[in-house]
């Protein structure tokens, strides 16, 4: 697929999530960079293609499962601000940042690997 239609339907993909849980979540799609990650203080998704390519890998699925974990993140802190935040406090960032095991140990991203899981397949 080309990079091209890959963006169309990563848009189409967020468009559907943004309705269907009533999101106002800005996604910013883009060719280059080195990251991937909601920010829920501005309410936006970022999600470089290039960083999805070498970080988690080069087909579809990941870039789907990669868009779909941070619509998790986004869903979440928008159904409850107070318990994301509380879980984020609990969290050593600097930990986070490093180890991949620790990161995929905190709840918030758990549920955002499971979510990304789960959908992921409705996609392809």
Known sequence: M???DTIQLLEKIADKYKKEYHLSTRIDISKLGNYCY???KGDYIALALRYVQFRIGDNLRD???ALLH???HAIDYTKSKESFEEEA????WAKYQESLEYHNSVPFE???NDFAE???????
């Open 63 to 65: 870039y789907i499962f």
């Open 110 to 112: 758990k549920r955002a």
């Open 38 to 40: 909601y920010n829920r």
């Open 118 to 124: 789960k959908e992921v397949n409705l996609w392809l």
């Open 89 to 92: 406090r609990w969290i050593d």
């Open 2 to 4: 080309r990079q091209k």
């Open 70 to 72: 941070e619509l998790k």
